[in-house]
């Protein structure tokens, strides 16, 4: 890991307020891993002391076993490919002594190189308990949950003690058959993502009237691909008033769209679902009962099984169902003849009856069966190495501990794909482990020694993917978006730089980073600043900290003029700008207000700069005075949004339900529009000629700024329990138009946003993409020379920069950075 995700990091686990956010290794700079050491296996468990002092500590975790996706017969694919590992993992924040979920991380792992190809940061999502409270230090809010244990605890901060509530993160997935694609599910989503760049090709929301995606407790996993690469298995479940049902959706594998739907059984318990590879057949297994389910529809006969179910395994050639009972016994269920055999496995003194073990692994090639068990007091974990048709074991090894007591968890195991060796994640031994401390190591099953590959750190795995490398570009073809009509950016994005003006999570210290938006590095970072523009040609970047007003070089941040300045206005993030550039670049308003002692009335004026020698004139624009009681007279209201007509000659004023056409000569207000409903959000197109106004019901307006007559109104057909927040952006070129609401799940809170564009030439909607996150108002920002739009989601631990090019359609991965809550978004060359 480089030195800066390090600090940060390390900065995670003190602050209280990062237990919401999500950490990320940079792309372009793998992360540091260990190097390679050969392990024994002698060395024993931490002492009892230890253990005792780690059982202490409250630790939310969320456990699963390895996943490696079924297989179909056939010829073996290219050695040189060599194979990849996603780790889909939790991520951890230290919140009073004890660890805490903050959300996640997705990286996909080269074991060669022993480095991140790419990885991606998730968020956490956080629920108010009640909706009407504000989240600040002074308000007490309800308990803070730690997910599987009944007490709370208080998050305190310095200033007072306050709480929160967080929706219990958990994240779990699949690898596509032919290893082209990595589907993950989170709480409220599913996402497809290219296996070969984490770039994002479809996201699919929970249906919130329906269900969430059903997390399974014990680890087996929600999602399963068809053999043919183009149905994705997904498990379902509605819970409501005692009623519970469980069933799996069909999604097409290249869209995320529903091709159909699969009703399980009244009264089904959750279960595990295999693919056989003909790609019709699917078998759903519970703890207790075995469902063939084949063309969608579930076979009338199922087999129960009452010593109780641990683990499943199919042959790649789909003709042999492995069951571990919780007998120790291996059952063997012929997908032909629909018989069981019953082969016995001796443990010793070790099984599974206590439900301690029972990881079932079947090699690639199906001559090899690993289980896993551990003894009442987990201090002899044995992995047994058998033959699958006889159930002869074939080798008994000691668990390899690696270093400092930790020892390979079952349901962190998964064959390599050649079957030789294991991959595994070693932490420690408790039930509960009580440290974020986990490690990645390989174990050769020929002579039991094992290298360690990467320090996890804060992180816990909950699942880990074992697959072929995608194939290279050039060969492959990747699933496409169905509305996409371009070809997608590459994964580094466009070259050009992000202005992000931002506030400290904890000292609320205002400052401008400038960021390469093709690999996220710093380029410079300007302190004191709370509203930022660029000029039109982006050479310069005027700044303010409300007390000073001045003039940088956007190369490199070199101060070019400084003046004191007052009376400016003090609040950004809601769309209302606060500088304001005219077209030639030549003068520079600001955005002034003056407000009552009572805070009830403000007066609003434009004051002018020269750009050349920073001199404030004497003249300035009067704008409309407001009241500011709350509720604000809706015709009315406060803040707005202001644009320059291209001859510099008006300002176009868009602010509570009116658009006013202001003389910047005169000040006189020349001419006004009503919008009925009230204004959302508006954009100006690139020649000036169109101004576009989204109202509160998600109909866009369309004014002819020449005629200054309002000439189309446009429905959207956007849900109208979503919200507003002043996102809308116009690509440089003028012709696509896109629209950002936010999702409350539960009411109260943004939990997730959707970006719906629109081709301003027809109307016609050009596609719609779903983030698991809320973005933050007023930061969605074109690219002046490019069709991207970028957007912030910021959830308290991680600032994430989205990007989304809205002629394909598709999201391009993100930038994340640390904490910080966002005020405006800047893009320049």
Do not use: C
Request: proline share 6%; aromatic share 6%.
């Amino acid at each position: 890991m480089n030195d800066h995700t390090d600090d940060f990091e390390r900065k995670a686990r003190a602050r209280l307020q990062a237990e919401l956010g999500r950490v990320s290794v940079p792309q372009g700079r793998p992360r540091r891993a260990r190097p390679q050491a050969a392990v024994g296996w002698g060395k024993r468990l931490v002492g009892a002391t230890a253990l005792a002092a780690l059982a202490a500590l409250v630790l939310l975790v969320v456990a699963a076993r390895i996943y490696v996706p079924e297989q179909t017969a056939g010829p073996a694919q290219p050695a040189e490919r060599g194979e990849r590992l996603y780790l889909l993992s939790t991520v951890g924040v230290e919140v009073d002594g004890a660890m805490a979920t903050s959300g996640g991380r997705i990286r996909a792992f080269d074991p060669a190189t022993q480095q991140d190809v790419w990885a991606v940061a998730r968020p956490a999502f956080k629920i108010p308990v009640d909706s009407s409270l504000s989240e600040t230090d002074e308000t007490p809010l309800a308990p803070f949950p730690l997910p599987g244990f009944d007490e709370t605890r208080a998050l305190s901060s310095t200033q007072s003690e306050y709480r929160i509530k967080i929706s219990p993160y958990w994240i779990d997935g699949a690898v596509s058959p032919d290893g082209a694609t990595l589907y993950v599910a989170e709480p409220f989503t599913i996402s497809a993502l290219d296996a070969a760049t984490g770039q994002v090709r479809w996201q699919q929301m929970a249906d919130s009237d329906s269900s969430n995606v059903e997390y399974i407790a014990g680890g087996w996993p929600v999602l399963a691909g068809s053999a043919d690469s183009t149905i994705l298995y997904v498990q379902r479940l509605w819970s409501r008033g005692g009623k519970t049902d469980r069933w799996i959706d069909l999604l097409d594998a290249r869209s995320g769209e529903q091709r159909g739907r699969i009703d399980l059984p009244a009264n089904i318990q959750a279960g595990q679902m295999i693919a056989a590879p003909d790609a019709t057949t699917l078998y759903y297994i519970t703890h207790e009962q075995v469902l063939k389910i084949r063309n969608n529809q579930v076979d009338p006969k199922i087999y129960t099984i009452g010593t109780g179910i641990r683990d499943a395994a199919l042959t790649p050639d789909g003709r042999t169902l492995y069951l571990l009972n919780g007998a120790s016994e291996l059952l063997r269920y012929d997908t032909a003849t629909a018989t069981l055999k019953l082969t016995s496995i001796t443990l010793g003194i070790l099984d599974i009856r206590s439900g301690l073990g029972g990881t079932l692994l079947l090699s690639p090639s199906a001559d090899k069966l690993v289980v896993q068990v551990f003894d009442e007091s987990y201090t002899e974990p044995k992995l047994y190495v058998a033959d699958p048709t006889t159930g002869k074991r074939l080798a008994t090894l000691p668990d390899p501990e690696v270093t400092e007591g930790r020892w390979l968890q079952g349901p962190t195991l998964a064959f390599d794909t050649s079957g030789a060796a294991l991959y595994g994640v070693a932490n420690f031994g408790a039930p509960n482990p009580t440290a974020w401390d986990d490690r990645l190591v390989r174990v050769n099953l020929a002579d039991g020694s094992a290298t360690s590959l990467l320090d996890l750190e804060i992180e816990n795995v909950a699942r880990l993917l074992v697959s072929q490398n995608p194939a290279p570009a050039e060969a492959a073809t990747p699933p496409e978006a169905p509305q996409a009509t371009a070809t997608a950016v590459p994964i580094n994005g466009p070259a050009e730089r992000l202005y992000i003006v931002r506030a400290d999570h904890l000292t609320a210290i205002s400052s401008l980073d400038t960021i390469d938006s093709a690999n996220g590095q710093t380029a410079y970072t300007l302190e004191n600043v709370s509203s930022a523009t660029l000029s039109p040609d982006g050479t310069r970047l005027y700044v303010t900290d409300g007390a000073r007003l001045s003039a940088h070089a956007a190369a490199d941040g070199t101060a070019l003029w400084s003046t004191p300045i007052r009376d400016v206005v003090s609040y950004r993030g809601s769309g209302t700008p606060v500088l304001l550039l005219a077209p030639d670049g030549r003068t520079l308003y600001v955005n002034s207000a003056q407000i009552d002692a009572a805070f009830t009335e403000a007066t609003f004026w434009l004051q002018m700069v020269d750009t050349t020698s920073g001199t404030i004139a004497a003249q300035t624009i009067p704008l409309p005075s407001t009241t500011m009681r709350l509720p604000a007279d809706a015709s009315d209201g406060w803040g707005g949004e202001l644009f320059i007509a291209a001859d510099g000659a008006t300002l176009y004023h868009v602010r509570g339900s009116r658009v006013r056409f202001i003389s910047l000569t005169t000040g006189a207000d020349e001419a006004t529009i009503f919008i009925q409903t009230g204004t959302a959000g508006s954009a100006l197109s690139p020649d000036g000629s169109t101004l576009y106004v989204l109202d509160n019901s998600f109909a866009i307006n369309v004014i002819d700024t020449a005629s200054r007559k309002l000439t189309q109104n446009v429905e959207t057909e956007i849900e109208s329990t979503a919200h507003a927040n002043n996102l809308l952006a116009l690509t440089a070129d003028g012709s696509y138009l896109v629209i950002g609401v936010n999702h409350q799940e539960p009411p109260g809170t943004d939990s997730s946003s959707t970006l719906q564009t629109f081709d301003t030439r027809s109307w016609k909607k050009n596609g719609t993409v779903n983030y698991g996150q809320p973005v933050s108002s007023g930061t969605l920002a074109s690219s002046p020379q490019r069709s991207i739009v970028y957007a912030v989601a910021d959830l308290g631990g991680v600032l994430s920069i989205l990007r989304y090019d809205p002629a394909a359609n598709s999201s391009l991965a993100p930038i994340d950075r640390p904490p910080s809550y966002v005020r405006d978004v800047l893009v320049g060359p």
